[in-house]
């Protein structure tokens, strides 16, 4: 049998969230934070949107990584949105 990934007990996005309180609370001048994952890292964003940021879309060819062209997606959380 597989163990499950520790991302599937919630810790990710216990501590995704954790971090977006504290930044906000320390840095009230703060309009919106922001988080670029590579297209192919489902995971992430999974994290991301259960800690209530919002994708805004895809940055195409974005960064290079070991000599190759990567997409990246774009997600944002505003200090009034609600932390899923």
Known sequence: MRKKCRD???IATHA???VVKAA???FP???RLQALVDVENV???RVL???GFQREGV???Y???KGKSRDMITFSVLPNDPLS
Request: aromatic share 8%.
């Open 29 to 31: 001048h703060l309009e």
């Open 43 to 45: 995971a992430s964003q």
């Open 59 to 61: 940055l195409r060819k």
């Open 49 to 51: 949107e259960k800690a």
């Open 8 to 10: 599937s007990f919630g």
């Open 16 to 18: 995704v969230k954790q």
């Open 63 to 65: 960064v290079v990584i």
């Open 24 to 26: 906000f609370s320390e």
